[in-house]
C-alpha cells in the first residue's frame, strides 16, 4: 500500500482529500505546516507527497528545493490556486514532478496520484535496462546514474526517465505524447511546460560539461536524441562544420 504525504493548511481540502485517498486504498500523511510536512517527508519517506504552496512555517517552493537536496526520488504532486504559467515552472524548477491546480475533481487527483506513483515503481524497469554510452556521457539505469566525461550528474528521477526515454531511442523523433505517456503516464499533460522545464534542467546537467549537444528540439512535434560535437570542441573544421549544420531543427 503506497503511503501518500498531504501537505495542505485549509482543514477542509486536507480532510476532502485525505478521505479520497483512504477511499481509494491508499495510506496517508497528514501536516498543515510545511517544517512540520518536511520533517514527516525526511522520516517517514512516503511514496508521493500533495504539496500546497501556500504554507505557513516554509512555503511549498521551499519545502521541495530542501527536500530535493537529499531525496530525488520520491513523487511531488504540488496542488496549487496559482495557475500562472511562472507559478507553475517555477514549482517544476523546485523539485515539483507535476502539479494539480485548484479547483480540481477528486477524480482527476487520483489519476495523476495513480500516473506518478506508476513511474516511480517503474525504476525497477530501468534497473533491467543495459547501459547506454553516447559521446561522453554513459547512463547506467541499473545504477540510476549517469555520468558526462567521467564526472557524475546529478539528476531527479523524472530527469533520469526522461534521459532513457530518449537515448534508448536515438536519432528518433519522440514526442511530447510519447514522452508524456513513457515518463509520466498520462495520454497527454495539461501544459507542454511540465516536459520543456524538465528538458531544460537535463541539458543543464549532461550538456553543459560536455563535448556534445544531445537533446534537439523539433519545434511543435518533441526532441529527438542524438549527439553532435558541440562547435568550440572541434575547431572549425569541415567535419565539425558540417556537424554543427545538421542541427537546423533548433534548439
Known amino acids: 500500500m503506497a503511503r501518500i504525504l498531504v501537505v495542505e493548511d485549509d482543514p477542509i481540502i486536507r480532510q476532502t482529500v485525505e478521505y479520497a485517498l483512504k477511499r481509494a486504498g491508499f495510506e496517508t500523511l497528514t ?12 522520516s517517514e519517506k512516503p511514496d508521493l507527497i500533495l504539496l500546497d504552496l501556500m504554507l505557513p512555517g516554509i512555503d511549498g517552493y521551499t519545502f521541495a528545493e530542501t527536500l530535493r537536496s537529499e531525496d530525488k526520488s520520491t513523487a511531488i504532486i504540488m496542488v496549487t490556486a496559482l495557475d500562472q504559467e511562472r507559478d507553475k515552472v517555477r514549482g517544476l524548477d523546485a523539485g515539483a514532478d507535476d502539479y494539480i491546480t485548484k479547483p480540481f475533481s477528486v477524480e482527476e487527483l487520483l489519476a495523476r496520484v495513480r500516473a506518478n506513483l506508476r513511474r516511480v515503481r517503474e525504476r525497477d524497469v530501468l534497473e533491467r535496462q543495459a547501459s547506454i554510452e553516447s559521446g561522453d556521457l554513459l547512463i547506467e539505469p541499473s545504477e540510476l546514474r549517469v555520468s558526462v566525461a567521467g564526472e ?18 536515438p536519432g528518433a523523433l519522440r514526442t511530447r505524447q510519447h514522452l508524456a505517456q513513457e515518463v509520466w503516464g ?15 534542467r537535463l541539458r543543464q546537467a549532461v550538456e553543459e560539461p560536455s563535448a556534445y549537444l544531445y537533446i534537439h528540439t523539433v519545434h511543435g512535434m518533441g526532441y529527438r536524441f542524438d549527439p553532435v560535437p558541440k562547435p568550440e570542441a572541434h575547431a572549425s573544421t569541415p567535419k565539425a562544420e558540417a556537424a554543427s549544420g545538421s542541427r537546423s531543427e533548433g534548439r
Open 31 to 42: 501536516s498543515a505546516d510545511g517544517r512540520e510536512a518536511l520533517g514527516i517527508a525526511v
Open 152 to 169: 557524475p550528474a546529478r539528476l531527479r528521477l523524472k530527469e533520469f526517465q526522461l534521459l532513457v526515454a530518449l537515448a534508448t531511442h
Open 186 to 200: 498520462y495520454d497527454f499533460l495539461p501544459s507542454s511546460r511540465t516536459i520543456d522545464v524538465h528538458i531544460r
